[in-house]
């Protein structure tokens, strides 16, 4: 039965449930739908209903590998509307649609200064979260964004006309850009981004925004086809021609400027430090798990090839990620075609287990507690 929350800290207009459904994380590869209560919010806080939350390779690898301890509602790339303001919070207002960061930075600490802002110690404290241990939360119905994330700039409005699941991609199109602001691209570069999930569509249309030439390698045709869509023109197929011969042929003879492994684990670093050219840069960007992996040191320091990483969202560029994500849904940029499966709650641990298992037709796939809600 809704009922309203009672806390004095609380400024509600509408009845909220004390109960909720989620995905929780029990342990290794042990997702369960559970219910949990609704996250109770304190001064400065604010409690958002999810409408949609896309499930990242970053979620997946914390569930297979056990890095983070059980129980946790894991969930970052999340849109939803606010539906309770704690006591003291004056930016935000109920019924408002917003984009939630899970991540936000201090602005001040060395690392902020040094712009690594993804090392700073506010920046890795978990700002949202469902319950448990903050973890994000997206896989839930509700989540409680700390009094910190609300004041440095982690929930940001959506415009009318845009819909909750473009949104959605505002953290993850910001961890992209950052990236490939890194590279420093020029017009008459060649680039080539290994993998066309999501994530690697992503840094090559915004590479090729750049003027350079992008090149993108996959093994499934479908997702070049979803590149074409996106005015990518260069189609490697991995899986019938040599990526690093035909990277040569299309750079004359030179190799790439700048490689980007838009895919996890170590098994493709050779291939994209073979295909980039003396001087070149290679970007690791899904390597997010601890482990050793061979390569080459004569070709660093030799042939000066740089191996490089990028890893999380930088809030410095917040302001031109949210007008390429917004303006973009209707100007050549509407990331919802990326989306290939929507489940509801109840059906999430069938979607992390298709995440897991990535097939020719599955691309992005986002969890919503009301199916449908994220098309609003």
């Known amino acids: 039965m809704a009922t309203p929350i009672s806390s004095p800290e609380l400024d509600i207009s509408r009845q909220l449930p004390t109960t909720m459904r989620a995905v929780v994380y029990r342990g290794i590869n042990d997702m369960r739908i559970e219910t949990v209560p609704v996250p109770e919010v304190g001064s400065g806080e604010i409690l958002v209903q999810v409408a949609t939350c896309g499930i990242c390779g970053t979620d997946l690898k914390k569930v297979h590998y056990g890095s983070h301890s059980a129980p946790r509602i894991f969930g970052h790339e999340m849109s939803g509307t606010v539906v309770a303001c704690g006591q003291g919070v004056t930016k935000f207002e109920l019924g408002e649609r917003v984009v939630v960061h899970h991540h936000v930075p201090c602005y001040e600490c060395y690392y902020c200064r040094k712009g690594t802002p993804a090392q700073c110690p506010l920046y890795k404290k978990t700002g949202v979260t469902a319950g448990f241990e903050a973890s994000g939360g997206g896989f839930a119905e509700y989540i409680r964004v700390m009094d910190f994330v609300v004041n440095n700039g982690g929930v940001v409005r959506i415009p009318d006309g845009v819909p909750f699941e473009q949104a959605a991609f505002v953290e993850p199109v910001n961890t992209v850009l950052k990236g490939v602001k890194m590279l420093n691209l020029r017009p008459d570069d060649t680039v080539l981004v290994i993998g066309q999930g999501p994530i690697g569509l992503m840094h090559a249309v915004l590479c090729q925004r750049t003027g350079a030439k992008v090149l993108t390698s996959d093994l499934y045709p479908e997702r070049h086809a979803i590149a074409a869509r996106f005015g990518l023109k260069h189609p490697i197929h991995a899986g019938q021609e040599n990526v690093v011969e035909r990277v040569f042929a299309e750079s004359e003879g030179r190799g790439a400027d700048a490689v980007i492994l ?115």
């Open 262 to 376: 838009a895919v996890g684990g170590k098994a493709l670093i050779k291939t994209a430090m073979d295909a980039c050219r003396p001087g070149g840069k290679v970007m690791l960007f899904a390597q997010t798990q601890h482990e050793e992996a061979t390569f080459d040191p004569g070709v660093v320091c030799m042939d000066e090839k740089t191996l490089m990483g990028s890893y999380s969202s930088s809030f410095d560029i917040l302001d031109e990620v949210t007008d390429l994500v917004f303006n973009g849904y209707r100007n050549g940029f509407d990331l919802t075609q990326l989306i290939s499966h929507r489940f509801q709650t109840e059906d999430a641990v069938a979607a992390i287990d298709i995440a897991s298992h990535p097939k020719a037709d599955s691309m992005k796939i986002m969890i919503e507690p009301v199916l449908g809600a994220g098309a609003r």
